[in-house]
């Protein structure tokens, strides 16, 4: 499969009550286009920095990543924000909804920024919806909506514009087993459609889902099952 993503000997610095944080340490990593990767690791181990640094929500310190075979670190914060608008979708634990939004406006966002007409955001809002299983509740605002039902809009919201990659930050960690259960099971779905995953979360059974695990600790990859696979 070709790579979608590669970092090369990335490192990220922060600087926080004077003191140098290093989140990642050249890291240098590889996702295949189709791929569905879950990133484990404690608290503070790098992990979410990875995701913001794929995402183009943050830029490495040192080295250079390329989305697609273009080089995004080199590229200005508009051309940054037309990469994260077309390529990638987002998914976040706290699902990010506006509760004055209907779920079908709600996923109607992300086209708005990219100038399509209120009849095609319309179109595709609904088909989205459909493709997580809630053609019944478009209507329904984020409060009437269960805590499942309202990541599953923050899934059809982050699909909307057919990213070429879709990141999920704790996708879970708000939910209850059931529910969690059921998002997986989407994301299963998604996978097999063919949509390029990437799960960070600090659960080895969210991880089991999976084709790919990866292990962070202190900012550095300690484990790749992919590497052992292909070692095998």
Not at 92 to 111: C, D, I, R, T
Request: net charge neutral.
């Amino acid at each position: 499969m070709a790579d979608l993503a590669r970092l090369e000997h990335v490192s990220r610095r922060y600087t926080m009550g004077g003191n140098e944080v290093l989140a990642l340490r050249d890291v240098s990593f590889k996702l295949s286009e189709g791929e569905m990767t879950a990133v484990i690791g404690a608290s503070g181990s790098g992990k979410s920095t990875l995701l913001n640094v794929l995402g183009t929500l943050d830029r490495p310190t040192s080295g250079r990543y390329a989305l697609a075979g273009t080089w995004v670190h080199e590229l200005d914060e508009p051309a940054l924000a037309r990469i994260r608008n077309e390529r990638i979708g987002f998914v976040f634990q706290a699902f990010n909804l506006l509760p004055s939004y209907s779920a079908l406006e709600n996923v109607e966002l992300p086209m708005v920024y990219g100038g399509l007409r209120a009849s095609e955001r319309r179109s595709r809002a609904r088909d989205a919806l459909c493709r997580v299983g809630l053609e019944d509740r478009m209507d329904h605002r984020p409060t009437e909506l269960s805590g499942g039902q309202q990541q599953r809009v923050a899934i059809a919201r982050a699909l909307v514009n057919r990213p070429r990659l879709l990141l999920a930050d704790e996708p879970t960690g708000a939910l209850d087993s059931a529910n969690s259960e059921q998002v997986l099971g989407l994301f299963s779905r998604l996978h097999e459609e063919g949509t390029t995953l990437l799960l960070v979360t600090h659960d080895p059974k969210v991880a089991k889902h999976a084709d790919r695990v990866v292990t962070f600790s202190d900012g550095r990859i300690v484990s790749d099952t992919a590497e052992v696979t292909h070692a095998a």
